[in-house]
């Protein structure tokens, strides 16, 4: 096996009602299913992270909360990988090199939630790991985020965070066109 599909905190604190909901996150949840309904169609390794808040002042992924749970559209079944973190980059302390390394993945495709938090961060990681990387920009969401005096726009932060991944740490793909990608970014 050489590909896999690495999804990356989709949990209900980032949807409406949830603690922390960010812009958009249906649709990308719902583009995220597509991708996951293909890997699981291939027969291809499917590895779900979640992120579990450890400081005593959290606001959302707080342990024993609902918001900690997987989105319904995208929650694992039985045989996909679970691995729980506890910092942005998903291979911080939680076995997930060693994990794909011995699935002999070396393509690896991104999707999930924040765009600007975990997913930036975890994909410039498998980058340097030497990892093959596709984010799916569309099966990904970000917040609104302050900055100076002003809000940037959740889509904008979102495309900022999309365009600077794109070409220098994976190939960026929309989940209609990820069938059509010929090879992720070679690194």
Known sequence: MTRALLLVDIQQDYFPGGAFPLVGPEAAATAARTVLDGFRAAGDLVV???HVATEPDATFFRPGT?????HPSVAPIDGE???EKHEPNSFVGTGLQALLTDAGVTELTVVGMMSS???DSTTRAAHELGFSVTVVADACAAP????GDGTIPGAS?????MAALDGSFATVVTSASLGRTTRPHAG
């Open 66 to 70: 609902p918001g900690l749970e997987f």
């Open 81 to 83: 990988r679970v691995v």
């Open 157 to 161: 932060v979102h495309a900022a965070f």
């Open 117 to 119: 938090m975990c997913i």
């Open 144 to 147: 609104d985020l302050v900055f």
């Open 48 to 50: 779900h992270v979640f």
